[in-house]
Each structure stands twice: as C-alpha cells, then as structure tokens.
C-alpha cells in the first residue's frame, strides 16, 4: 500500500515535518512492508521555507532579524536559482511572543524586512513571501522601515513602531531598496486590509486586541493605506483580497507590485504533490485545530479536496478536531482523529503529539493495510480443515 502523509505543522508543538515523521513511524510500527510517501506542507504560515527548502534544495543563507518586539531573533532565506524565499512568521510569528507579550498595538514587521534585505543583498530577483501567523497588525509599515521607506509624520519625524502609531503618517521617508526584485505574497487569506472582514476585526482578537484596540488599528490602517496609495500610485488598496493578510503586510507587499498567489497552491505545485496524489492509495493529513476555518482552504481541506477527486480515501489527524462528520465528509474527509479523545486531556494531547501522532497512526495502519486486514481475516493456524 502507498500511504501519502502530506499534514500542516501543529502550531505550538511539532513542525509539519515532524508531524510526518510521527505519522510514518507509526504506520510502519504495525504495517512495515507499506510505503510511506512523506510530503509535508505549508500554506505560507510557520514552516514554509522548512517545507520548501526539504523538497527543492537550494541554499540556506542565515539572517540576523528581530522579533516582533524587536529582540534579536534568527532567520533565513532560501535561495533557489535567482528565487529567494522568506517565511514572515520567522521575524514575525505569533509563536515568538507569550501570550503574556503579545502587544499588537506595538507589534512590529520590521524583522521581514531585514529577511527581505538580506534576499536582494543575496542577489534574489523574485522574493516569495510566506504569509501567516503572524503577531503584527501593521500593515507592513515596519518591513519597509527596514528596507528604508520609514513612515513619518507631518514633521517628518519617524514613527514609532506598530499599527497604532500609524494613524499619524503622513509620508514615507524614503524608496524601498529592492533593486527591483519582484515580489510574490504566499498566503490563502483573502481578507482585505480594512473593515468588517479586515486584518484588525478579523485577525486582531487572537493577537491579543481589544475591541478598543480593533477599532484604533482599523482607523489606523486605513489611514496608512491612503498613505502608500500616494506612494506608490495604487488604487483600492483597502479592499484588495489578500490584503489582511499576515496584520495587512500582504497590502504593503501589493502596494510594491507585488501580486497574491495561494500558498499552499504554490507549494503544492513546487512539490510535485498532484503526482504524488495520483500515485497513492490512501493520503493523510492534518494539522493542530481541524475547525471550521479548515473547511475554508486551509491545507487540510485543500489536500482532501484533492484526494476526494481521485476517489482517495483521506484521514485527517488533529490536535482538536471541532467539524462535525457531515461537514468533513462535504470536504472530501473519510475519517478524522483528535489528539485529545486519543488521550483523554488536552494536556497530554499538547505534552506528547508525537507519541499521540505515532499512535493514532498505528491504529489506522491496522485498519486500512491490507496485510493487516487480511492477517486480521485469515484463519488461525492450526484450524484449517487440512490439519482437523
């Protein structure tokens, strides 16, 4: 049997390709003569150069960055011919921050464009940027203070860093020195930058904001964006889809000439997946909340989708799994597990995923190989009509 394992990170606990591992390692503890196809995957969010530079190679320059809050953090960028590509959340994901740090008022992308620096000094004439999980809600004013566009204000003083001061920019200080590297924004968000359905509204409450912060950084940024519509001589900047993405630093990336691809259809296609899907008997995927969010093009969703058209069956493994059955089935999901009702308690789900994923994983081999299921059918030795 040829099992495709192609799962998203589980945030907080194991990297996407750590989850693989996980899963191949149970499957074969019960069933050893199947292959496992291991493609771990990313949707531009935490992981995506990790998922990227294991399926093509290249280089692996290091970068000295910082964190949201400015401390000094490591990154990279992953150089692939005269492609470079850099992942936000290394400089400015969530996962960098306690819950007890998380400021998105002060919150700055500053460290992305340090990565985005460092890619053009590389030498990089397309930069792919990775977007999601993010703790920033800026609007990318920070990445383009560092490549030396600071936002200033009518005194021409620059700005202190985050979304909230953006209310008073009236300008940006300079040119972005890209040396007219192209840019290409990976993400599967499509929010727009402002309103309703914006960065702020959307994406503000699981950085730490308050309602009062939603409606400062809301007024904010669709300031802001009125400012590098002059810049850069775009329009509609505020409703451009992909625009929210990663705090709004998908709309500086647009304001720049850069254009919105999907990520995990980016890297799908980077991986040579679809082959691999037509090639395989059963898929697994999965990633830490398998929640409503997923059915809306997350990776999950895409992958089952994908193996609903080949007439595959798809398992998906969870951290938490909060859709009903109907809902997954829509999806092109056969059957979901949870890492909690594995084990019983959230703690231990979050103390011990791998032990959990290597587990479920060992179940579902006894289920769906077909050396087990015909081990499990045949009659025992010893009671065949030949030796009564």
């Not at 995957?41 to 910082?66: I, K, M, N, Y």
């Not at 290394?90 to 464009?113: F, I, M, P, W």
């Not at 890209?178 to 994406?203: C, E, F, K, M, W």
Request: proline residues 5%; hydrophobic residues 45%; contains cysteine.
């Amino acid at each position: 049997m040829r099992v495709l394992i192609c799962p998203d990170k589980f945030a907080g606990t194991l990297t996407a390709s750590e989850v693989a591992i996980a899963v191949a390692e149970g499957w074969h503890s019960t069933a050893p003569g199947d292959e496992t196809v291991l493609r771990p995957l990313s949707d531009g969010g935490p992981g995506f150069v990790e998922v990227l530079g294991t399926a093509l190679g290249g280089r692996r320059l290091p970068v000295d960055t910082v964190d949201p809050l400015g401390r000094p953090a490591r990154g990279e960028v992953l150089l692939v011919g005269g492609t470079a590509y850099v992942e936000s959340a290394q400089a400015c994901g969530l996962h960098l921050l306690s819950k007890a740090e998380r400021d998105v008022n002060a919150a700055t992308s500053y460290g992305l464009g340090l990565l985005l620096a460092a890619a053009v000094e590389a030498g990089a004439t397309e930069i792919v940027v990775g977007l999601g999980g993010s703790a920033v809600n800026d609007a990318g004013a920070g990445m383009l203070a560092a490549l030396g566009a600071a936002p200033i204000d009518e005194s021409g003083y620059a700005l202190p860093y985050g979304g909230a001061p953006l209310i008073t920019a009236a300008a940006l200080g300079g040119a972005p020195q890209l040396r007219q590297a192209r840019i290409v924004a990976a993400t599967d968000v499509d929010s727009p930058l402002v309103g309703l359905h914006g960065a702020s509204n959307v994406y503000g409450p699981q950085k730490g904001a308050t309602r009062e912060d939603v409606l400062r950084l809301d007024a904010a940024l669709d300031h802001f964006a009125g400012v590098l519509e002059r810049a850069f001589g775009v329009e509609h900047l505020r409703t451009l889809p992909g625009g929210g993405a990663a705090g709004g630093i998908g709309a500086a990336l647009l304001a720049l000439g850069g254009r919105v691809v999907s990520g995990i259809g980016l890297v799908t296609s980077l991986i040579g997946l679809e082959a691999q899907l037509d090639a395989a008997d059963l898929v697994i995927t999965g990633e830490g909340s398998f929640d409503h969010q997923s059915l809306r093009g997350k990776v999950a969703a895409g992958i089952a989708g994908g193996a609903r058209d080949r007439g595959l069956p798809c398992v998906v493994i969870a951290g938490r799994n909060e859709t009903g059955h109907r809902e997954a089935a829509g999806a092109g999901v056969t059957e979901t597990y949870a890492l909690i009702e594995h084990f019983g308690s959230e703690e231990q789900a979050l103390a011990e995923p791998a032990r959990g994923l290597r587990e479920v994983s060992a179940r579902l081999a006894r289920q769906w190989s077909p050396d087990q299921v015909a081990d499990i059918s045949a009659p025992a030795i010893g009671n065949t009509p030949e030796q009564s």
